[in-house]
């Protein structure tokens, strides 16, 4: 199903016109917010707009090349999308320093080379003048700049909409002095990372749940007042899950930012439109792919194989994202685990995160397993250091698919009814996971009780995989896993909730451009 196109009848081969509109989507350097984007451009693209999409030349150069089917179709489809690279360096992803602090210098250097390029186009004799622009909900400085060039612009959202809603009530909170949260994340004794508020819209979540954004000492605290004043800003908000994933937290979010007088200081409503999945999705399970071999690198072609040779609903996909690196002890521990499992699985892993100064680096995280671990595995696991991600979760053999709960991961992961074995680590991914597991009871945690930083041992990988595939409680949750994955196609049906939004958006920017011609006309 070609999604939103399939429903609104556009014509994807529109040409286009000096006076057609022109959107520029202005992403985060940051690969998963490059691949948000790229979505995003894409979908636009299909209702006859053209696109420009502006991402770190790294990015947008791995972008091309990565050999996934759903990345390397979006340049090859859309006609109307032109890429633009921004002179900035790339955040160096799956570091060993890791942190906060990695994405500020990057962040300025993408809102100056923004600011610069907005500015020539606006010229007089610039022909290039943007009818709207969507900026990445991290950059929230880019979007103060369209604002006050009376640029029409807003931000997108590839978060989920709790942690939105969570940082947006705390801020709130805060600056009107009731609510002292401890000034430090890491400094939190066990005692009080397990106190249990309530949040908006989400189930009832630790203190150690919420995202260090949240606390003074980390290094993006300011950058998270920046994204709170953003929403109250904003006339929409575009975000990359759907309405049927987080109904309450929607609903609080769009509770906070539109008082009940009607009005912000005399500004009109905030519409939060949720418009994903961005990326499509077959609405039969048969149409899943097998052997995908065309276009994508060796590893990517080993990955498949792999899956190829086992039974339906079978294997372990185990990745933690492009942004982590475990310990050698917890990579030992993880290897175990999967190993006692007597389950096949397809595990992608970075180079282990060094401990200390001193302790040597290594590049291949297999070289940290034991080899008596590496033999029992033999051939019924494989290690990879990556694998394409949205070929292994659509392929039959996937069964289970152990994950970080980064927000692109649990969207990808939900939409394709596989079910998810949760281990949070850092950033959101301790809300998604109360959300996933308590919220809408379709994942189950790997470690419960698991405190930031803590080790998972191999007893808990072990038990976590037997009961997803040998219980009641696990059919129970595959069960539901599968009807959420028929509500998001529900969501990107003819009648659907992000159909109607972005319907919704293509009309708010066809009418900009139509005001546009008549204002110069």
Known sequence: MDQFNEASGLDQNHEQSVDDPNVWIVTMPFFSHVVSASRLARQISRQGISVTLFGAKDDIRRLETIGDRD??????????????????????????????????????????????????????????????????FL???????AFNLKVPACPFIPFSAGFVATNYYVKRLALGNRLAMPDSFAGMDS????????????PLMRMCDVNPISFKDSPVYELGWKLAGTLE??????????????????????????????CKNGRTLTN?????????????????????????????????????????SSVVYVAFGTDLNLRREQIQELAYGLESSQRPFLCVLHPPKKSSLSEEEVQDAVSVIPEDCLARIGDKGMFAKWAPQMD???????????????YN???????????????????????????????????MEVSPGLL??????????????????????GLALRNRCLEMKQRAQMSVGAQGSSTRNMEALVALIKGLAKLNLSNSS
């Open 191 to 202: 005692e009080v990372q397990q106190e249990v508020i309530s949040l908006p819209g989400l």
């Open 139 to 145: 950059l929230p400085a880019a979007l103060s700049i």
């Open 233 to 262: 800003k904003a006339d929409v908000l575009l975000l990359s899950g759907f309405h049927e994933l987080e109904p309450r937290a929607y609903e609080e979010l769009t509770r906070m930012l539109n008082p009940r007088s009607g």
């Open 272 to 312: 939060v439109w949720p418009i994903g999945p961005l990326f499509d999705i077959s609405s039969d399970t048969e149409q899943r792919s097998t052997t995908v071999t065309e276009g994508i690198d060796e590893e990517a072609i080993s990955c498949i194989k792999f899956l190829d040779s086992h039974p339906p």
């Open 452 to 473: 930031p930083g803590g080790l998972v041992d191999r007893m808990c990988v072990e038990k976590s995989i037997t009961t997803l595939f040998e219980s009641e409680e």
């Open 409 to 443: 991961s649990v969207v990808e992961t939900v939409c394709l009814g596989v079910p998810i074995l949760a281990w949070p680590f850092q950033y959101d991914q301790f809300m998604n996971c109360r959300h996933l597991v308590d919220g809408v009871e379709i994942s």
């Open 71 to 136: 990345l390397t179709n979006w340049s090859q489809e859309a006609s109307g999308i032109t890429v633009r690279s921004l002179e900035i360096s790339s955040t160096k992803l799956a570091d060993t320093v890791g942190g906060g602090q990695r994405i500020l210098g990057p962040v300025a250097q993408a809102v100056q080379a923004f600011e610069q390029i907005l500015t020539e186009a606006l010229d007089e004799n610039s022909t290039s003048k943007p009818t709207y622009v969507i900026i990445d």
């Open 392 to 406: 292994v979760l659509s392929h039959p053999s996937t069964g289970a698919f152990m994950s970080h709960c980064g």
